[in-house]
């Protein structure tokens, strides 16, 4: 079986954490031992891999995939974002109307004003948040999440229609994170969120129905149960991006199937439902690094992944 080599992105990312880990313990960083503090206490109940925590993660790939250099090199040349630059939360009054983002308006209310209390850029508090949720999480990768600081503000809104949704081919969903500078495996390998997770709006019959039948825990049986054809709709009948699941209480996107079974995915999607734990959380924790860099200049940001707990 053959796996995806390393980007130039991916290089590029290594060899700035390894230069500017011994920064980790300086003053820069410490400010988020007090965002971490209030954070874990107040939004995320004590440290709990609840509902906060899942909206958490799901923002961060929101912000993040917010960037198209297909757009910037077009012509006539079009503004294609900034990636993970907390534009969602700035300019919160454009990008919550877009689709895509739809019942993201509580965590990013949350998110802004831990952000503005602490004095800390909206790019960084949305990443800092998902990786620290992923250290609430059982099954997480044995390291930390890293956790790369110093973004500057969002300059405008990114443009609509840079997400992917659960209704898409997988030919557009690996177009766009290719665009963005995601490969086909590493979509995959950020679907492990999926198995803590649950839905709100796809399915207004059942809202805040897993998408994992054991969910809050960070496991390959999410990849493996996505693999086991469906037979019932979870609520009242179909929605746009519902696919039949095998169980009842569980839910399922129709674009994890599709991805689940596309030529271009299914040897890597098969390879995370039993290459074990370990192996899946590893892959997880490096695209979710990779990811939270898209749009960024690694140059002018500093190591505080010191600060993110070590997940359970």
């Given amino acids: 079986m053959k796996f995806s080599t390393l980007s130039t992105f991916s290089l590029v990312y290594i060899t700035t954490v390894a230069t500017t880990a011994a920064s980790s313990s300086n003053g820069q960083c410490a400010v988020w031992y007090k965002v971490l503090n209030d954070i874990q206490t107040n939004l995320f109940e004590g440290g709990k891999c609840g509902d906060d925590a899942h909206d958490a993660l799901r923002l961060s790939f929101h912000d993040a995939i917010g960037y198209s250099p297909k757009m910037f090199n077009s012509k006539p040349p079009q503004f294609g974002g900034n990636g993970a630059d907390g534009s969602l939360i700035k300019f919160a009054s454009t990008e919550l109307n877009y ?16 952000a503005d209390k602490y004095k800390v850029s909206y790019g960084d508090i949305i990443q800092f948040a998902a990786a620290v949720s992923v250290g609430n999480c059982q099954g997480g990768p044995s390291s930390r999440v890293p956790f790369m600081a110093g973004r500057p503000d969002a300059t405008q809104a990114a443009p609509d229609l840079l997400v992917p949704e659960p209704f898409d081919s997988v030919e557009k969903m690996l177009a766009r ?3 963005a500078g995601l490969s086909p495996e590493e979509l995959v390998d950020l679907l492990a ?3 803590v997770g649950d839905q709100e709006h796809i399915d207004p019959s059942i809202p805040g129905t897993p998408f994992d039948t054991t969910p809050s825990i960070l496991d390959t049986k999410f990849y ?3 693999l086991v054809p469906g037979h019932i709709w979870p609520g009242d009948g179909q929605y746009t991006g519902e696919a039949k699941s095998p169980t009842p209480g569980q839910f399922r996107l129709q674009s994890d199937v599709a991805l689940a079974f596309h030529p271009r995915t299914i040897l890597h999607w098969i390879s995370l439902a039993l290459g074990g734990q370990d192996r899946m959380a590893s ?5 979710m690094g990779k990811m939270a860099l898209l749009g960024q200049n690694p140059k002018i940001l500093y190591d505080c992944s010191a600060v993110i707990p070590v997940p359970k």
């Fill in 283 to 287: 892959r997880f924790a490096t695209a």
């Fill in 99 to 114: 689709h895509a983002n739809n019942g993201l308006e509580e965590i990013v209310g949350d998110l802004r004003n831990l």
């Fill in 177 to 179: 994170v290719g665009d």
């Fill in 224 to 226: 493996r149960d996505t």
């Fill in 193 to 195: 969120s999926h198995s």
